[in-house]
């Protein structure tokens, strides 16, 4: 059945390190131990857990495994916070627990006993985020309720190396992942065409996901392609929202009211195509044409950035 999800779905290092390699298992005891006070016992069992439907063009960045009592929902973003995770965390959950209560006991009188389901996302970028914060479903309800009858909470840990958040001491394989992705990140911004493999020997070099990558270093790079290929197609998509958003500016922003409006948010969808560009390496010129802006413009938003 593994070999069968594999082919299926595209992994990312994060998922294939702690979901889908023979290590996987030691590696999300460790995760959990690092969370939680109290160790597991030696010889806890991990029951895995796939779900298909939270997925984006066949692309996994999330997991969630059984340990004891609960249910241990993670997800890793590379990029900016979703701050809708809370919501896509409940949609996860519910699909979750179809595959772990069986059919027969949902029509039970007497209460199903059901494991207590903990998020927890990752985050890695480089935009600015906190050291730790919890994202709540109730933040996006319509109407507040100081009571609202149902919530649900996501931990937002940022594991940048600088941000010496205190999980990184107490899981060594997420530090090690976490050092990873930054030496991958210094060789991403050189533009070489080797810049993966480069990467790569550069950790094992140091000592850090050594075993792993040895082991798997030409998977980990198709991984890399395919996370990349991922990321690329969400910022086109991004693009192609802000240029459709200019071309109905220009057919509807006659009134000035509305003019004003659309233009406020062109400029904060142009700030932040540009300041992932910047991230990528990529020069002005660059960039202006990508953006099918003026080389102008695109310096003006720039040094605005920079005195921000």
């Known amino acids: 059945m593994a070999a069968k999800e594999n082919q299926k779905y595209k992994n990312s290092v994060f998922v294939d390190l702690f979901f889908e390699d023979e290590s996987a298992e030691e590696n999300e005891i460790s995760l959990y131990n690092a969370l939680h006070e109290d160790p597991l016992p030696v010889g806890t069992k991990v029951r895995k857990i796939r779900v298909d439907d939270v997925l984006y063009m066949n692309f996994c960045n999330d997991i969630s495994f059984g340990i004891e009592d609960k249910v241990m929902v993670f997800g890793e973003h590379q990029s900016t916070i979703n701050e809708n995770m809370p919501l896509r965390e409940l949609l996860y959950i519910g699909r979750a627990l179809e595959q772990i209560i069986p059919v027969r006991d949902r029509y039970r009188k007497r209460v199903v006993r059901i494991p207590t389901p903990e998020f927890y996302t990752f985050y890695n970028g480089k935009e600015p985020w906190a050291k730790e914060k919890t994202l709540h479903l109730s933040d996006a309800y319509v109407k507040k309720n100081e009571s609202p009858m149902l919530d649900l909470c996501v931990k937002v840990i940022n594991i940048n190396p600088e941000e010496g958040h205190e999980i990184l001491d107490k899981c060594g394989i997420l530090r090690e992942y976490s050092e990873f ?18 990467a790569i020997e550069e950790c094992m070099k140091a000592g850090i996901l050594a075993d792993y990558l040895k082991k798997k270093g030409s998977e980990v790079v198709n991984m890399l392609i395919a996370e990349y290929d991922y990321d690329l197609d969400v910022e086109v998509q991004r693009e192609e929202a802000y240029a459709a958003g200019r071309q109905e ?38 960039i202006a044409e990508e953006l099918e802006e003026s080389r102008d413009e695109i310096a003006g938003i720039i040094k605005t950035l920079q005195d921000a």
Not at 182 to 198: P, V
Not at 256 to 269: A, C, D, L, T, V
């Open 181 to 198: 992705v930054e030496i991958l990140r210094k060789h991403q911004q050189t533009g070489s065409s080797d810049a993966y493999k480069n």
């Open 249 to 286: 500016g220009r057919q509807e922003g006659r009134q000035e009211g509305i003019q004003e409006g659309r233009q406020e948010g062109r400029q904060e969808k142009l700030k932040e195509l540009i300041k992932r560009k910047l991230k990528k390496g990529k020069s002005i010129d660059i």
